[in-house]
């Protein structure tokens, strides 16, 4: 599992988790939210739901940040197990691969949903208003 972490401030931070196969997404996530919240955040990544459900358990995590299509298991699967855990954790689910089955799959469970390519403001406007 690969962490990016950003110095966390005690009762101010939040933590936010991206669950991303694809390295240079994710590694372009990173610098956003870096760039957005600075030391307000911490900000971890991961390439599998498995390793994701595993930080979930370990780590007190505010937003989940997961694509859909993951090695192994999938991220709407990835999002039920968290929202049954975790039934107040903030998730945004992204696709490349848009369906109304799979919109309709994690409806209930995301609290956003966007595909991809979506615009990085538009990402960081909803994070701020989800957190």
């Known amino acids: 599992m690969e962490t990016h972490r950003i ?16 390295t240079s997404i ?7 939210l870096q760039r957005e919240f600075g030391t307000q955040a911490e900000v971890s990544s991961c390439r599998l739901a498995e390793d994701a459900l595993l930080e979930l358990n370990t780590e007190s995590v ?3 940040i997961t694509d859909w299509e993951l090695p192994k298991m999938s991220g709407s699967d990835l999002i039920i197990q968290a929202r049954q ?6 998730i945004i689910f992204m696709t490349g691969n848009p369906s109304a089955q799979i919109e309709a799959d994690v409806k209930g469970y995301a609290d956003a949903y966007f595909t991809k390519p979506f ?9 701020h208003e989800l957190i």
Not at 26 to 32: D, K
Not at 119 to 127: K, S
């Open 7 to 22: 110095k966390k401030e005690p009762a101010q931070a939040i933590h936010i988790l991206i669950v991303e196969d694809k």
């Open 26 to 32: 994710a590694q372009t996530l990173i610098r956003i």
């Open 62 to 64: 505010d937003l989940l």
């Open 85 to 90: 855990l975790f039934p107040n954790l903030k």
């Open 119 to 127: 615009r990085l403001p538009d990402l960081v406007h909803r994070i």
